[in-house]
């Protein structure tokens, strides 16, 4: 079993003073392909809720598409799960955490899991390339803090070492703050630093850098800032970018049009380069353009629209990388369902001449969203619209901090 916790000697230290830690690489294995699961044998979720189970003759066949759309979907009780969930949904990609995102540490995987997990890749024919794994929300690669930075690079180098227990490829990762206590140009020296000695001490995982929304002193609202991490990561074969696209609209990019889509990917391409797109997050926006505020919607639903997401489900830039899901679900990922079906008819569906969302067949599509997702919210009893509340002043300041954490509305607490 790989160590998963560090030596509190060791803790103190700074990225750059410790010394490297070599594990062994995960064993190899054949890339599944991507067009249908072969499920065969029945699986147990553990959970708030226990998902249908699909069998060999229940199953039905995932889409066969070049854009692989999926979601962040639970592992709750255990990592195995969540490709059971993801196979439900009609996922051809899927994110999930693979520890708490919420604690700095977390029981080591228990070795029935690691197999099952594998078991399934097999069994339901994903390939590692389509999983994006989302690091733990309390990271902070950036904190000048020496200590603090050592207790950040403790929990990002575990969440590795399962990534490489488990035989996954890509790990998604929030860049970090400068707390208010650093230059800009210090936090990206200290994340790089940190994404160097992690790189020295794991073998084949590649660190998938996200953009932000620019909240507070969140580090990665520009494409800027990304491009100056990656060009101080030594080994460049590993390491990527997962584009938001409600963060890059909160952080001012307009992807709204065809023609603000296109000059966003050749700003990006300019700026940080093409090759290191690994993945994106697919969610619209609860706010307006340049709002800085990561909130996030259902596809369709919010500011960005639905004529954005057709631009992208039919840009050939984004093949073959994993399209994930963040979007509300009132915990029922029937919503996600729909939202993928959606997407994946985008794909199919011919752009018009002049895209906007008035259009009769983006209507007609998205009356499908808007329908389950209320079905949802009426199950659960939660109204996207709450009523607002009074918040002192100190949490508002710390809300501000936090904004960056998403809308994941999902149970992804690992329970293993």
């Known amino acids: 079993m790989v160590a998963t916790r560090r030596s509190s000697s060791v803790a103190k230290l700074t990225a750059d003073e410790r010394p490297l830690k070599k ?139 399962r990534c490489e227990q488990l035989g996954l490829e890509l790990y998604n990762l929030h860049p970090g703050s400068t707390v208010g206590a650093a230059t800009l140009e210090e936090s990206i020296a200290h994340i790089a630093a940190c994404i160097n000695t992690a790189h020295k001490a794991t073998s084949n995982v590649t660190v998938v850098i996200e953009n932000m929304a620019g909240a507070g002193n969140i580090i990665g609202s520009d494409f800027a800032h990304l491009s100056s991490i990656i060009a101080k990561v030594e080994d460049k074969s590993r390491i990527g970018v997962c584009l938001d696209t409600c963060h890059m609209f909160a952080a001012g990019y307009d992807i709204r049009t065809a023609e603000g889509w296109s000059k966003t990917m050749s700003d990006f391409d300019s700026i940080i380069n093409l090759k290191y797109l690994r993945g994106m997050h697919l969610n619209d926006s609860k706010t307006e353009l340049d709002s800085k505020r990561d909130r996030h919607e259902n596809i369709g639903l919010g500011h960005i629209g639905l004529a954005a997401f057709h631009h992208i489900l039919t840009d050939p830039r984004v093949q073959n990388i994993p399209l994930i899901l963040e979007t509300p679900t009132s915990e029922d990922p029937s919503v996600w369902a729909a939202e993928i079906k959606v997407l994946n008819q985008l794909s199919a569906l011919a752009v018009p001449d002049a895209p906007d969302n008035s259009n009769v067949a983006y209507t007609e599509l998205l009356g499908s969203i808007r329908s389950v997702s209320k079905i949802a919210e009426a199950k659960t009893g939660k109204s996207k619209t709450p009523k607002a509340k009074k918040v002192p002043q100190r949490k508002k300041r710390k809300n501000k901090e936090e904004d960056e954490d998403g809308d994941v509305s999902t149970d992804n607490e690992v329970a293993s």
């Open 23 to 161: 594990t062994k690489p995960a064993p190899k294995r054949p890339n599944a392909s991507q067009s249908e699961p072969v499920a065969s044998t029945p699986v147990l979720e553990s959970s708030k809720r226990t998902a249908e189970i699909p069998t060999a003759e229940s199953l039905n066949p995932r889409p066969v598409s070049a854009w692989k759309v999926g979601a962040h979907v639970s592992a709750a009780g255990g990592v195995e799960n969540a490709l059971v969930n993801a196979t439900n949904i009609g996922a051809n990609a899927f994110a999930l955490f693979i520890k708490s995102q919420r604690k700095w540490s977390s029981p080591p995987l228990k070795d029935t899991s690691i197999s099952a997990f594998k078991a399934r890749l097999l069994e339901y024919n994903y390939s590692p390339k389509y999983i994006l794994p989302h690091g733990s929300y309390l990271i902070n690669l950036g904190n000048p803090d020496a200590e603090k930075r050592a207790k950040s690079y403790d929990c990002f180098l575990d969440d590795l070492q």
